[in-house]
């Protein structure tokens, strides 16, 4: 079982840039693939992006393809997502998601453990 705990959520201007952080409990990060996923009002929880236990397959949703660079230190237990050329689009709850799959799943329900969320809120 893994716990997992986003930050680096905020309030930015359209433009701007935040980079979302995922730490994970337990000594068997490196065996989960991980992915995140964001939630806006009113709308289904939708992927962002995945990436392989050892990093080495990264995948990204068309929206934010370019912009967001998701990365992982198995050291450190930790995901990341540095985001770029944010939009007003992108407000949503960010969530933090982990599979002990060894492929990378666009679909929520694929993932066994959440985090709680973050909040990313990009104003015009």
């Known amino acids: 079982q893994v716990q997992l705990v986003e930050s680096g959520g905020g309030l930015v201007q359209a433009g701007g840039s935040l980079r979302l952080s995922c730490a994970a409990s337990g000594r068997t990060f490196s065996t989960y693939t991980m992915g995140w996923f964001r939630q806006a009002p009113g709308k289904e929880r939708e992927f962002v992006a995945g990436?392989?236990?050892?990093?080495?397959?990264?995948y990204y949703a068309d929206s934010v393809k370019g912009r967001f660079a998701m990365s992982r230190d198995n050291a450190k237990n930790t995901v990341y997502l540095q985001m770029i050329s944010l939009k007003p689009e992108d407000t949503a709850v960010y969530y933090c998601a982990a599979d002990p799959w060894l492929l990378i799943t666009t679909i929520a329900s694929g993932y066994a453990y959440w985090g709680q969320g973050t909040q990313v809120t990009v104003s015009s």
């Open positions: 990436i392989s236990r050892s990093g080495g397959n990264i």
